[in-house]
């Protein structure tokens, strides 16, 4: 056995696909201490910078002394405090829905729900793109998986209207974590009601950073509860905490409860952690300054990347991937982009489509410009010695 896996280590090594784990030495932030040294960070998912802002830590070491550090068992033995209890009731108002429900993980949200909801009989549809939670809790339920081209909706159409017996569930990202956009939640909900169709959306990278007051992709585009069923969104992204919560129907979140296995069997997130997202909730809501940043620097960003000749995709979130073709290539523009004090990591397949591996550039309202201009001047250098 030992030798078989060594051969398939090699192999991911041979195919530039074997990952390597760093150790951070710091707190996230614009500038990070990793494996000892200290780089201009481009990789975090700390979108608003909240995950060490003095309001968030504060509630943090709170609700440690008022609750104690861990939660000491599930939700449905003695685990479910008051912190949890009220953060679902704040997550439920933040996003419009009638009732929320907590969960440790996005991965294990996303496992959760569709678990729970789908069997043999019934028809998951998933984009091509989506995150690979939402693939893998259709393998847990067993239901047949169909898979649209991205954001393909005449495709989703056809697909939907082959299948004549059983529930369809329809999943999709809302924005899409490798490739920064959007999907196109308006006519995905459309379709969906005419085909009898449930519609779930992963918000993992909308929260907090899209729409009105940051209350995510589905208020960017005038959409709630009765078009969109089911929301997942994260809590250790732009709300700079830890964890994830499903928003939907009081009979979805009763149902969840009672059949989301990785709900019932899982010990429930440290109630300082519940305490630190509320705090960071309030953030969200009151700095739109955050948001506003974040759309500068992008800007300032493409616009630059743009006059280099830089293969950028059609994306004007946070999330700015540049794509390099080979996986080996991407690797070795890391690699440089390192040894010039700047962080971007090399995102290769299967993460994404063989052919497409990139560089997954992200910004937090924590940059600065001069950072942007920075990391511009040394992709440029790259480019430069790679015509050489």
């Known amino acids: 056995m030992p030798q078989d896996l060594k051969a398939g280590l090699e192999r991911r090594r041979a195919e530039h696909l074997y990952r390597h784990r760093r150790v951070l030495g710091s707190p996230q932030g614009r500038e990070i201490i990793l494996d000892g040294q200290k780089l201009l960070s481009f990789c975090s998912n700390d979108y608003l910078g909240l995950s060490r802002h003095p309001k968030v830590i504060e509630a943090f070491r709170q609700g440690a002394e008022n609750h104690g550090v861990g939660s000491g068992a599930a939700h449905l033995i003695t685990g479910h405090g008051t912190a949890h209890q009220k953060l679902e009731e704040v997550l439920a108002e933040f996003v419009g829905y009638p ?52 954001g393909n909706v005449a495709s989703l159409l056809r697909q939907l209207a ?74 250790g992204k732009a709300l700079g905490a830890f964890g994830a919560f499903v928003a939907g129907s009081e009979e979805l979140i009763e149902t969840l409860i009672q059949q989301a296995r990785p709900y019932i069997y899982t010990t429930a997130p440290p109630p300082a952690v519940a305490e630190a997202v509320r705090a960071g909730i309030e953030l969200v ?43 080996e290539r991407a690797l070795a523009w890391s690699r440089e982009l390192e040894a010039l004090g700047i962080l971007a990591t090399a995102i290769r397949p299967p993460t994404v489509p063989a052919g497409s591996a990139r560089l997954r550039i992200t910004f937090s309202a924590e940059h600065l410009e001069s950072d942007v201009d920075s990391l511009l001047v040394a992709l440029e250098s790259i480019m430069q010695r790679e015509a050489a």
């Open 99 to 150: 009732r929320a429900l907590l969960f440790s993980t996005g991965y294990m949200a996303n496992l959760g729900v569709i678990s729970a909801l789908l069997g043999r009989a019934d028809c998951l549809f998933a984009d091509r793109l989506n995150h690979a939670s939402l693939i893998d809790g259709g393998l847990l339920s067993r239901a047949r998986l169909k898979r649209y081209p991205h």
């Open 162 to 235: 082959s299948v004549e017996s059983g529930k369809k569930l329809v999943a999709t990202d809302g924005v899409f974590s490798m490739d920064g956009d959007l999907a196109p939640l308006p006519q995905l909900a459309q379709t969906c009601a005419n085909q009898d169709a449930w519609l779930m959306v992963d918000d993992a990278h909308g929260i907090g950073v899209i729409g009105p007051e940051g209350r995510g992709t589905l208020a960017h585009f005038g959409l709630g509860p009765s078009e969109v069923p089911i929301l997942m969104g994260t809590l």
């Open 285 to 327: 809501i009151t700095d739109q300054w955050r948001r506003d940043r974040l759309v500068a620097l992008v800007q300032r960003f493409r616009t630059g990347a743009e006059r280099l000749g830089l293969k950028l995709f059609p994306s004007h979130t946070p999330i700015q991937p540049l794509l390099l073709g080979e996986s």
